[in-house]
């Protein structure tokens, strides 16, 4: 049996403590519920690797420029951001279940990713990837609070970052796969289409018989969510008692409010600047593959990030945690965790697009640098930013406020891949290619990937350096905020048993002995 406030592991992302009211819920039925998350997260991994992997295969087969695929990122992220407060507010007002709303997401991604291997104009990629990017935003607000609901506030870190890992793990494998194959004609078909394929549910399209099991598969895993997903009979989202009548000017007032926590606001600033790097970086794949590296090589490196990416976000939990769990950094360690993050993130992006040569001989450096960037640059969002935002915040509002999160960073960071293509093509003379890259001339590559480094290099590095200088004010943002809320909630109801004392003395369902956690 757990003490009072143990949070000293969490295996699995699954918490050594939990509620021992009778109410609540079992060791399997939390274990299970958790696992269906990290499931949902490999699928959106998977979905939104599929385009940045497969930009060269379409400039190849469909003539489209780098404008043109950027665009096309563009809209799906812009409709991720907008559906994320929409997703929020169903789900904080009880209007739709986290169940119904993570089955229409799968549903969605299934149907979507197969109409995508079809396409063949422009315009069809563009109407489809805005379609997906509804789909996708169903999970970050539903993730946000069901793990909020499940997990004790100083194991919040860990149980989010096994939810990064495992959407990272998705986009490695995708990336490896797709990378390597979107170039090669396969079943008379270009690879990236069958790519698609494959992803819409991890089968392969032998025949149609094989094409019409990957749709159903992904239902399946709605349906899954939908039937074996639990919440507490104490959460927020499943007391109907406390939702009253919504409305627009509610809803909008409820939004503004939010940005009178200084915590929240600070979060907002940073990761509208911070998300412009990552959808940058959609780019890097090609990059690589002007720089003469073979496309099974570009795959392995692009891998490789993710593979250390997935095992950084898990270590990013963990150290925020530990640094939480000590009384004279309770408050100071999620913010040390972030600038320690982009400290290092700065330098090794400078390094990798700009210092590096562009050329096969760059490989070896490529590898050693994505390894450290894999490693180092994704802690924050994890193990800093959805931990903290769920300890300023009322429970029921949790939903919503990384939706309103998601819609602010999301539209500024749909801007990275057009930025990079603006900046290579109209400052750096990048050239748009409809040949295979292995007939392109010699001048040409070399043009092409500089442009891209170039631009890559400045659209990374001035965003993270202004991210850098906000997360020092969360130093004085945090504690106040979160003592601000216990005051306002100490208000409005009964003194109850601290938070973690409601989170005892449940035994972890299975333990993790080593080795790899998928």
Same mark, same amino acid.
């Given at each position: 049996m757990a003490r009072k406030g143990s949070t000293d592991h969490l295996r699995f992302g699954v918490p050594d403590t939990a509620p021992v009211k009778p109410t609540d819920l079992s060791a399997r039925e939390i274990s299970i519920t958790l696992s269906m998350i990290y499931a949902v997260s490999f699928f959106e991994g998977a979905d939104m690797q599929l385009l940045p992997a497969s930009f060269r295969a379409l400039e190849g087969d469909l003539g489209l420029s780098p404008t043109t695929l950027?665009?096309?990122?563009?809209?799906?992220?812009?409709?991720?951001?907008? @559906?994320?407060?929409?997703?929020?507010?169903?789900?904080?007002?009880?209007?739709?279940?986290?169940?119904?709303?993570?089955?229409?997401?799968?549903?969605?991604?299934?149907?979507?990713?197969?109409?995508?291997?079809?396409?063949?104009?422009?315009?069809?990629?563009?109407?489809? $990837?805005?379609?997906?990017?509804?789909?996708?935003?169903?999970?970050?607000p539903t993730t946000q609070t069901l793990i909020a609901d499940l997990?004790?506030?100083?194991?919040?870190? $860990?149980?989010?970052?096994?939810s990064g890992f495992s959407m990272a793990m998705g986009c490695m494998?995708?990336?490896?796969?797709?990378?390597?194959?979107?170039?090669? $004609?396969?079943?008379?078909?270009?690879?990236?289409?069958?790519?698609?394929?494959?992803a819409a549910g991890l089968n392969g399209p032998d025949s149609e018989r094989d094409i019409l099991g990957v749709g159903i598969l992904s239902i399946f895993l709605g349906y899954a969510v939908?039937?074996?997903?639990?919440?507490?009979?104490?959460?927020?989202?499943?007391?109907?008692?406390?939702?009253?009548?919504?409305? @627009?000017?509610?809803?909008?007032r409820t939004v503004m409010s939010f940005f =009178?926590?200084?915590?929240?606001?600070?979060?907002?600033?940073?990761?509208?600047?911070?998300?412009?790097?990552?959808?940058?970086?959609?780019?890097?794949?090609?990059?690589?593959?002007?720089s003469g590296v073979p496309d099974l090589t570009a795959g392995c490196i692009?891998?490789?990030?993710?593979?250390?990416?997935?095992?950084?976000?898990?270590?990013?939990?963990?150290?925020?945690?530990?640094?939480?769990?000590?009384?004279?950094? $309770?408050?100071?360690?999620?913010?040390?965790?972030?600038?320690?993050?982009?400290?290092?993130?700065?330098?090794?992006?400078?390094? *990798? *697009?700009?210092?590096?040569?562009?050329?096969?001989?760059?490989?070896?450096?490529?590898?050693?640098?994505?390894?450290?960037?894999?490693?180092?640059?994704?802690?924050?969002?994890?193990?800093v930013n959805r931990p903290m935002l769920s300890e300023v915040v009322a429970p029921q509002h949790r939903a919503r406020i990384l939706g309103v999160l998601c819609a602010a960073a999301g539209t500024a960071a749909a801007f990275g891949g057009p930025l990079v293509a603006l900046v290579s093509e109209a400052f750096f003379g990048y050239k748009t290619q409809r040949i295979p890259i292995n007939q392109v001339p010699e001048d040409i590559r070399?043009?092409?990937?500089?442009?891209?480094?170039?631009?890559?290099?400045l659209v990374c590095c001035i965003p993270w350096t202004i991210c850098l200088i906000f997360y020092t004010a969360l130093h004085?943002?945090? =504690?106040?905020?979160?003592?601000?809320?216990?005051?306002?909630?100490?208000?409005?109801?009964?003194?109850?048993?601290? =938070?973690? =004392?409601?989170?005892?003395?449940?035994r972890p369902p299975f333990t993790w002995t080593g080795g790899s956690p998928c």
């Open positions: 950027a665009a096309s990122s563009l809209m799906q992220t812009l409709t991720c951001a907008t @559906f994320s407060v929409f997703w929020g507010v169903l789900l904080d007002n009880g209007i739709l279940s986290p169940q119904q709303v993570l089955f229409s997401g799968c549903s969605g991604w299934g149907v979507l990713t197969l109409l995508l291997a079809s396409i063949t104009d422009t315009s069809w990629i563009l109407v489809l $990837r805005l379609f997906n990017g509804i789909a996708l935003a169903t999970l970050s997990t004790p506030p100083q194991e919040r870190g $860990r149980a989010y970052s096994w494998s995708t990336a490896m796969i797709t990378t390597t194959i979107s170039q090669r $004609r396969i079943f008379g078909l270009y690879g990236w289409r069958v790519a698609f394929g494959i939908k039937k074996l997903v639990r919440l507490p009979t104490d959460s927020h989202i499943a007391d109907e008692t406390m939702y009253g009548s919504i409305s @627009f000017s509610k809803e909008l =009178e926590v200084w915590t929240f606001s600070v979060i907002v600033l940073q990761g509208c600047f911070a998300c412009i790097p990552w959808t940058a970086m959609s780019f890097a794949t090609m990059f690589l593959q002007y692009s891998g490789l990030m993710l593979l250390c990416g997935s095992f950084g976000a898990l270590l990013g939990g963990y150290i925020g945690d530990g640094l939480t769990k000590h009384p004279l950094s $309770r408050f100071q360690g999620r913010p040390f965790t972030a600038q320690l993050s982009v400290c290092i993130s700065i330098p090794v992006a400078l390094l *990798y *697009y700009h210092f590096v040569p562009h050329s096969p001989e760059g490989i070896p450096y490529w590898t050693g640098l994505v390894v450290v960037f894999g490693l180092c640059a994704t802690w924050c969002d994890y193990g070399k043009i092409n990937a500089d442009a891209l480094g170039n631009g890559l290099t004085w943002t945090y =504690e106040a905020d979160h003592v601000a809320l216990q005051k306002k909630q100490e208000m409005h109801r009964p003194p109850s048993t601290d =938070e973690d =004392e409601d989170f005892e003395g449940l």
